[in-house]
């Protein structure tokens, strides 16, 4: 990993510079900032480019390895306040590899069909195949995210869910799925701004949904509820990074880092031939052209 | 859409060009031809870059109106020879838009539980929501195509399936789906040199599969097959285009043109604001930073 990060802006991984535990209370984190990473806006779009062919190359290696038969897969779970650039980080991150690698789900409010099951049962249905990356647009934690802050279970219901969680998060790294968990942070000043953007331009109107303004009269009680899902379930099996989001282009460098490294980690190869390659090479020189 | 056409090397729209009764037999196609364009490489890769910019703009209004209510989508069916560069395709054209606005599914050799069914069963489930661009990597024609050339099922079952298929894509275009189908070809030599470069480069070799050389035996079986689902499921509800696949650069600027006037054919604007647009300007100035 030491050689990517040299000379590249970054003072230390971006696994050590945005993990809760370093970054502290989510209160009191800065959504402007860049924690970890030295270099200016130019500097990042620069980097991200670079970044982004080290993270395809990784993610066809993994798909490789998949389709050879070994079992492990990504699974990167974005979490955030409205306007934070939950969007912008699949289009612009998995943007950044071949999307047959990528395995997208978003989840919105349960429909009647999911109500009619436990929480984990949509998630379960929708977990990435081997050797892909799959991307979460909002998770298992909206179930301790707006249906704890509006209880919209009782509390003794969505009390129990964080060590539901963790059970199922444990099971899932053990069956070879790697869990990296992002919350993008944004300002209230930076959130009025998009949410004006996307009145102000027609093509931005169907982004633009009046329940986010509704929703954030409730900040702290969500800032309450990150915080309860940082201290109960952040542990070293699926960890938990706050992403400040102001910025778009770091949030952008920061999770494809963070997928680079959970990618490294695999310390994947490219499968080994099954079949005889040297007997193959002869058929194949004699084919007719 | 002949405002994108003007100066870009196109002498003909690339749906009139590729068509598959304008190309003629497939027998007699030439894989490294280039019809309907008239530029370079070089010309060709600059071209898809700027078209690229275009095809992610359709697609984000897809998105949008499938966000909105309306029930339209896009399915580009993608058959062609082992080695012909349909995941090329995926990765190259498919990747030059949001993967959140992509339904990609690949059709392997049919499971036991797909065997149990009909053979639209698994097609059926895998057509793109609304909104979406779906992109099938193999399709409901291998049930004509090695089906027919391996006599996998009895001829009297496949030769029915034609119009089945051709009722079947009656219906899914009537139900608000665009399809266009591509059959990229490539010559013998080119598969031979593909599959020479599979087999000399040890990051390649996941993609090689000893049977490929058995299949090309039925090199002219093959080509039968194809035009026999020429001669009986295209028509203009749901075209099959013939892509010359030799040239790499050229498979995917036709592709991506052929999307682009699908989409343009949709007409689509962005959709109208469900919402009162002044009164929630309104609104968020009114909100606290």
Known sequence: MAKHQKNSGWTTTAAEALRVGR??????????????????????EKLLTERGEALADLQEILFANGRAGDHRS?????????????????????????PQGLSIKGFG???????????????????????????????HYEDVLPVRVHNLVPKAEWEKRYEVINQFERDLVASGTTVIKVAMVVSKAEQKARLTERLDRPDKHWKYNPGDIDERAFWDDYLDAYQAI??????????????????????????????????ENLELTWPAADFDVEAEKKRVAELDD
């Not at 974005?78 to 289009?91: H, S």
Request: aromatic fraction near 8%; charge should be negative; charged fraction near 25%.
């Open 23 to 44: 970054v502290g209370p989510i209160a009191e984190f800065d959504p402007g900032s860049t924690p970890g990473f030295a270099g200016d806006k130019d500097a990042g």
């Open 74 to 98: 990504v699974l990167l779970v974005l979490q955030g306040m409205d306007t934070a650039g939950k969007g912008g980080i699949v289009r612009h991150v998995g943007g950044l590899v071949d």
């Open 109 to 139: 409010k349960p429909t009647p069909e999911e109500l009619d099951h436990d929480f984990l049962w949509r998630i379960h249905r929708a977990l990435p195949p081997i050797g892909r990356i799959g991307i979460f647009d909002r998770s």
């Open 230 to 263: 940082f201290d109960r379930c952040d542990n070293d099996t699926a960890p938990w990074y706050l992403i400040p989001a102001d910025k778009k282009w770091f949030a952008r460098l920061a999770v494809c880092e963070l997928l680079i490294g959970a990618l």
